[in-house]
């Protein structure tokens, strides 16, 4: 069973900027995908970032200007820096581990963390 361990900020004024992080147990970290998802209040969960193994990245459209994925595999840990947030970025982030290579869709769930952006 892996575990997924999530750690961070979560209350910024609007234009501000907060980083998650994300470790996780598993032995091969290194050739999983990786992702983060958010969801809001009445929302379905949506993911805003992927990064698979080589390092390809991808963001949804809300977001691709503001936030960055990257990972290192020396920690087996995934970070998304957010920056210039917006109101409509609060939501509860996760982040997830899918399978080896490109396979995003989640097989584990971190905790999650309420990120708040308000002023």
């Known amino acids: 069973q892996v575990q997924l361990v999530e750690t961070g900020e979560n209350l910024v004024e609007p234009g501000g900027s907060l980083r998650l992080s994300c470790t996780s147990s598993?032995?091969?970290?290194?050739?999983?995908?990786m992702a983060w998802y958010r969801q809001a209040p009445g929302e379905q969960r949506e993911m805003v970032a992927s990064?698979?193994?080589?390092?390809?990245?991808w963001y949804t459209n809300v977001v691709w200007d503001r936030f960055t994925i990257s990972r290192d595999n020396t920690k087996k840990m995934v970070s998304l820096q957010m920056n210039n947030l917006r109101p409509e970025d609060t939501a509860v982030y996760y982040c997830s581990q899918g399978g080896t290579y490109w396979d995003t869709a989640p097989t584990y769930w971190s905790q999650g963390t309420q990120v708040t952006v308000s002023s």
């Open positions: 598993a032995m091969n970290f290194d050739i999983t995908a």
């Open positions: 990064i698979i193994h080589s390092g390809r990245t």
